[in-house]
């Protein structure tokens, strides 16, 4: 019994701390809108590995940017999506040529933009540091495209310098310009291997916008913003619709499958669909649809249709909304599943995500 009690103890104390951060957040953070200009400068991990010599042109790829410093204030775990353009594997002496087109930018809550930008290496001779503390390309304008071209040791290629005069380039400046080289000039050209994880720079030749809650950082000199600094809003807006497409959900941080059934908004609380989400984080549940109640982990936590109460433990406690039922699907607010797993739920604005940690 009493490690039941220090459980729920835990508990209760890891929701009340969550509750306090989301406060401060939110009287420390007002939604402003971001607008990265021309030039600025993100850098990005691919998400799986690429190659000369097995890609094909209309390959579709994806990259996560980078958190940190340099993010450009986007939400953690931003992606960008793109296609490859041309691949060429390496032959007769000549290296592999890789080509990206760089198509939208998808935020964590599943909203795309459309993306127009271009490759760019991160090194210093590329890349510099504006007023705002942001990357930015190093030269005003694009000047040839850039592209990765398999020359270097290991991997095949390290993003560097565009060498002018090269026997190589030479040869290959009739099928297309703007090689990225490697710096070694010596290394025997082989194919384009891009690890998963590989870092490289995606330069916008379009500005782009978005709104966030996180709050405005002095770059030079200061820390990366913490978890408080980008969190949530206990407000959200309501109007979503569970079809809406603009909610997600991360669990532990990953990307729940939500398919059709989307989080939606009700007075100010977000709800979302328990199958997928409960799924996800390995809890169990129940519904007993003739006496409307919703049980989960063991039956220790429940709610009923149309009630704000959940029952955790024995112990009672007010939620800002009650269970729901739409489309023959069973929505919880996302308090519910913190307390069924004995973890946090949050609401990030800025990416309209629900954040929920197990504390696994």
Do not use: C
């Not at 951060?21 to 400068?41: D, E, I, K």
């Not at 913490?226 to 909610?247: M, V, Y």
Request: glycine fraction near 12%.
């Amino acid at each position: 019994m009493k490690i039941v009690d220090r459980a729920l103890s835990r508990a209760v104390a890891a929701l009340g701390a969550a509750a306090v951060l989301t406060q401060a957040s939110a009287a420390g953070a007002q939604a402003r809108r971001v607008s990265l200009p021309v030039g600025t400068v993100i850098p990005v991990r691919l998400d799986r590995p690429l190659s000369s010599r097995t890609a094909m042109a209309g390959d579709k790829f994806t990259a996560t940017v980078r958190a940190g410093r340099d993010d450009a204030d986007l939400p953690v775990g931003t992606r960008v999506e793109g296609v490859v353009r041309e691949a060429i594997p390496a032959a007769k002496g000549k290296p592999g040529v890789l080509d990206l087109d760089f198509r939208r930018i998808v935020f964590p809550g599943g909203h795309k933009a459309p993306l127009d930008a271009s490759l760019i290496s991160l090194d210093a001779k590329s890349v510099k540091r504006s007023e705002t503390g942001r990357l930015v390309a190093s030269t005003d304008k694009s000047k040839d495209r850039l592209k990765f071209i398999g020359i270097g040791a290991g991997a095949g290629l390290v993003i560097g310098s565009l060498l002018k005069g090269n026997a190589i380039q030479d040869t290959l400046m009739g099928a297309a310009a703007g090689y990225l080289y490697n710096e070694f000039k010596k290394d025997k050209p082989g194919d384009v291997n891009l690890k998963e994880g590989a870092e490289f720079g995606v330069r916008l030749e379009r500005s782009i916008g978005f709104t966030t809650n996180r709050a405005s950082r002095a770059y030079a000199g200061e820390p990366t913003a913490s978890a408080a600094d980008r969190s949530s809003d206990p407000n959200p807006r309501d109007g979503a619709t569970p079809d809406g497409g603009d909610i997600g959900v991360l669990v532990d941080d990953q990307d729940v499958a939500l398919g059709h059934t989307r989080p939606f908004v009700r007075d100010g609380s977000v709800l979302v669909p328990i199958e997928p989400v409960a799924r996800a984080a390995g809890l169990e549940f129940r519904y007993d649809a003739a006496n409307r109640i919703v049980s989960a982990g063991n039956g220790e936590t429940r709610m009923g249709i149309g009630s704000r109460i959940a029952v955790v433990r024995g112990v009672r406690k007010r939620l800002t909304a009650s269970p729901e039922i739409r489309d023959d699907k069973l929505y919880v607010p996302m308090q519910f599943i913190a307390l069924a797993i004995g973890g946090s739920a949050q609401w990030d604005e800025s990416s309209r995500t629900v954040v929920i940690s197990t504390g696994r």
